[in-house]
């Protein structure tokens, strides 16, 4: 079955690429190389022993993605990535958010609803909780208003997808993703953020390498037990698993609604100075780190009840913290190798 993957060179959206090949689909990878390279389709094909299809369309050009559909009718699902993904960045620069992650959406969706099979998986995230009221956080929980752009582009996508579902014959799955870290265990392909990482991890391990000079800890007078915020960090590949799992849920026809939502975690809250000192722990490096001020846009603790993804969906993270931060360390000394 041919699978669509927009953003496929991206971070998670290249770990899928592997996941879905590895299970014998064949695969399309969409990306603008906004934030990403060409070099991740070799990273891919030492991985799996196949280089994946690839078209460089940017999806904020409506034509280009209409072509693209045209192209390729045989598509049985489209699994979509394709997004801008910083907190603080979306503050700073709104508009270039609502464009990048809305209108690539209905493009898409667009040229989806004119397929004969219409299976669509949507990179959501957690944020769209806000500050959860309670934790672990269920798939119940009520939206929140969003409290940056980045968060609101997500809750719309999820608005139009449902609202799309209604009159057409598209299937989706939303999977709201906690905080996703680590690489391929191969240390072929990993995080690779252009410029500043706006991610607490890529953050860590380059400050270990020595191309930062410091971390920041942004604010430790949260009401959490050491004042530092709280996330649910989830291995890379494991949340490639679940893309795939979900994927194959559409395919199937298993799905019970037109439109089903899963949280994507590991259960388990860890605070910024736990993944500070767990990162020091695996690598032996001491990471030279400061307090500073809360950055805008952030929430106190998140962290998934993933009791939905594990009995309906049929998938739960394996990895733990350490292997998916020694995951990270491998990654970080390759490329800087």
Known sequence: MKIVVTGGLG???SHTVVELQNEGFEVIALDNLSNSSLDVLEGIERITGKKP???????REKAAVHDFFQRHKDVSGVIHFAASKAVGESVENPLLYYENNINALVYVLQSLAQLPQAN???SSSCTVYGQAKQ???TEDASVQPAISPYGNTKQIGEEIITDTTKVTHINAILLRYF????SHPSAEIGELPLGVPQNLVPFITQTAIGLREKLSVFGDDYPTPDGTAIRDYIHVVDLAKAHVVALQRLLH???TEKVETFNLGTGTGSSVLEVIKTFEKVSGKPLNYQIVGRREGDITEAYANTDKAN???G????STLEEALASAWKWEQKIRS
Request: aromatic content about 16%; hydrophobic content about 50%.
């Open 135 to 137: 934790m672990p956080i």
């Open 253 to 255: 026809q298993k799905n």
């Open 53 to 59: 299809q690839f078209e460089q369309i940017d999806l």
């Open 179 to 182: 905080n996703p870290i680590g």
């Open 120 to 122: 669509f998986i949507f």
């Open 11 to 13: 971070f998670i959206g």
């Open 315 to 318: 998938w739960k993270a394996q």
């Open 311 to 313: 009995t309906v969906l």
